[in-house]
């Protein structure tokens, strides 16, 4: 009878072992997805980052060149503009005349106080690459 209780609690103990070991490679592969997890949301919140400061650079420039006579809005060539997001976002203008293709139905209209605006914001990625986005519009000024 006590061969049969040893035997009992030899197998239960062995039985716990593997229970143990199950459990810790279940935790662990789950550790391992939330660790990747949270590098991804980190990767997109700084990518987020410098997509929303190259955006706001634009805004503060665009708001710059709406402020300017259009004589100076015409002499606009790759000209750097001051903005509030620091050195890490670069944005250069260049401005010229509204030419019939740029707009639909102004073939008979007066298209010289209207000025072709081109911004170009340039920011490094999380990757340590040069992103570059334009952006254009027209702008009028009487």
């Not at 990747?36 to 987020?48: E, L, M, N, Y």
């Not at 015409?74 to 000209?79: F, K, P, Q």
């Not at 903005?83 to 139905?105: C, E, F, Y």
């Not at 570059?132 to 009028?140: E, P, S």
């Amino acid at each position: 009878m006590k061969a049969r209780q040893i035997a009992a609690t030899g197998g239960q103990a062995g039985l716990g072992m593997l229970e143990v070991l199950i459990a810790v490679i279940i935790i662990s592969i789950a550790a391992t997805i939330l660790i990747i997890s949270s590098r991804t949301a980190v990767t997109g919140q700084q990518r987020s980052r410098a997509y929303g400061d190259a955006a706001t650079a634009v805004k503060e420039a665009m708001e710059i060149i709406q402020m300017l006579p259009l004589d100076s809005i015409s002499r606009m060539s790759d000209t750097p503009l001051e903005h509030s997001q620091g050195p890490s976002v670069a944005v250069k203008a260049s401005a010229r005349g509204v030419l019939p293709s740029d707009v639909t139905n102004f073939a008979s209209q007066d298209t010289s106080t209207l000025r072709y605006i081109t911004l170009q914001a340039s920011f490094k990625s999380q990757a340590g690459f040069t992103v570059t986005k334009i952006f254009t519009t027209v702008i009028y000024k009487p």
